[in-house]
């Protein structure tokens, strides 16, 4: 399987707390990305700059064990020369990376924030794609994290949102929290809890199978929700908790004389 890791900080460079949260996360995702690697599969990753989470589990990865010849980390990157010399500077540091990269091709201004920010998005989004699960970790609350995840999670992508680091994996752990802990049970510890990392590609394979059909992905499932006028609180509940799982719920408006009944489909149309 291919495992996209993406993250960094939450905090600047010049803050106090830096030097400790860039610990923490150089520590942790070193630990992810020979995991991955050990355990079979690819790492996919976007930046090369040190300092990312990216580059983290990469060095992690190299330093995994594994003898394996072919390509174990996919780089997706902008077609820019700087972030090309850029990845080969992060080779020669790291002699036993293989890699391949795929370039996505696309406008790119390097002296123009707004048209670096899209050029590094589209490289983020060709991964998304390519990918069977991703990792987040970190990330700062307005950066390219904010609106990746998301993105992301709209396209019902299989996400592990690593809670600890804060900023926008943690926004996005809040966001799917029921649908989480539906999967995962007692579980979800692990990705609260940074001495846990050597368990998470056991969570990325048990949500990555149970991924449902990509032709499946694109409708959104919707439920009919019939019940007795006389048990409304019930209706409620059950309304609350199906909400939560980002289902659509129509109640029956009836004259309530049936039972309670929740009843799931796939409702064609445009303002069903």
Known sequence: MNFFVVGGTTIDRDDSRYAQESELLNRTMRMLGSEIIRNGHTLVVCSPYEGSADVEAVKGATMSGAERT??????YIPDAPSVRVSLM????????????????????????????????????????????????????PTGPMSLLL???????????????LGGAAAESFDRQRHNLQDKLGDRMH??????????????????AADQPAPAIEQKPRKLFL?????RPAEADFVEMILRRRSLKVFRDEGDGSGNLT????WIEGEDE
Not at 120 to 128: H, N
Not at 197 to 204: A, F, K, Q, W, Y
Request: hydrophobic share 40%; with cysteine.
């Open 70 to 75: 072919e390509p174990f980390v996919h780089f």
């Open 89 to 140: 500077e992060l080779k020669q540091r790291t002699p036993e990376l293989r890699f391949q990269d795929f370039i996505s091709r696309g406008p790119i201004d390097l002296e123009n924030e707004e048209s670096r920010s899209h050029a590094w998005l589209l490289a983020q989004l060709c991964a998304l794609d390519r990918c069977h699960a991703v990792i987040a970790i970190g990330g700062k």
């Open 150 to 164: 998301p993105l992301a999670e709209t396209r019902r992508k299989c996400i592990v949102p690593l809670r600890f």
């Open 190 to 207: 692990v990705l609260v809890d940074p001495e846990k990392v050597d368990s998470v590609i056991e969570i990325l394979q048990l949500l």
């Open 226 to 230: 019939s019940y007795p006028k006389a």
């Open 262 to 265: 929740v009843v799931g489909g």
